[in-house]
């Protein structure tokens, strides 16, 4: 199975800041990766998908980049409703796995 | 407007059935994969399984794998999921989500773009 390991599981951060999040797969997956945002009490919310691609209606200052094995998630002028938790996801091959996520709180 | 209702979940006991159904709409269901996620509490999220949109491919978690069934009835615009000889460690929220891509690539699955609210399975003694 692909493990994906994400990092940091936490981050503390201010609004207007920049964080970036990473993601690395066990083995190479080529761009298929996604990146959901979830808030507490919701289901997940696609932002990113094949690594670099904004799903519609997802605003540019959240980017994504990366092939193979290392990928990131950038967003830039951290806004109050950025404050979630959020996960990469590999569909490079079954079975179908999730980072463990990473909470960003605000600092 | 696109709808994902999951039901069938509630308290069972270790060893048991349950069988979960989630019911879609607004959208052509047989253009597309679907997949099951769950969510235990606290924890993050784990993908199940998932099925093309003619079921012709079918991909489940090690940790259902033998137990879990996932299945569709496009007639019906229902995906279901049938869970035998449930664990303590099954507990968790079971999302529906619909796959983001068309009839991708023949018969292959990729990630979701649209999901239920879920449905609570407790598995407990």
């Known amino acids: 199975d692909i493990q994906m390991t994400q990092s940091p599981s936490s981050l503390s951060a201010s609004v207007g800041d920049r964080v970036t999040i990473t993601c690395q797969a066990s083995?190479?997956?080529?761009?298929?990766l996604n990146w959901y945002q979830q808030k507490p009490g919701r289901a997940p919310d696609l932002l990113i998908f094949?690594?670099?691609n904004l799903e519609t209606g997802v605003p540019p200052r959240f980017s994504g980049s990366g092939s193979g094995t290392d990928f990131s998630l950038s967003i830039n002028s951290l806004q109050p409703e950025d404050f979630a938790t959020y996960y990469c996801?590999?569909?490079?091959?079954?079975?179908?796995?999730f980072g463990q996520g990473t909470k960003l709180e605000i600092k | 407007e696109l709808n994902l209702v999951e039901s069938g979940g509630g308290l069972v006991q270790p060893g048991r059935s349950l069988r979960l159904s989630c019911a879609a709409s607004?959208?052509?269901?047989?253009?597309?994969?679907m997949h099951w996620v769950r969510q235990a509490p606290g924890k993050g999220l784990e993908w199940v399984s998932g099925?093309?949109?003619?079921?012709?491919?079918?991909g489940h978690a090690d940790s259902v794998k033998g137990r879990f069934t996932i299945s569709r009835d496009n007639a019906k615009n229902s995906l279901y999921l049938q869970m035998d000889s449930l664990r303590p460690e099954d507990t968790a929220l079971y999302y529906c989500?619909?796959?983001?891509?068309?009839?991708?690539?023949?018969?292959?699955?990729?990630?979701?773009?649209?999901w239920g609210r879920g449905t609570t399975v407790t598995v407990s003694s």
């Open positions: 607004g959208f052509r269901f047989d253009d597309y994969a």
């Open positions: 996801q590999q569909y490079g091959n079954f079975p179908y796995t």
């Open positions: 989500a619909k796959d983001m891509r068309v009839r991708w690539l023949g018969s292959l699955l990729s990630g979701m773009d649209a």
């Open positions: 094949d690594a670099s």
């Open positions: 083995q190479d997956i080529s761009k298929y």
């Open positions: 099925i093309s949109w003619n079921s012709a491919n079918v």
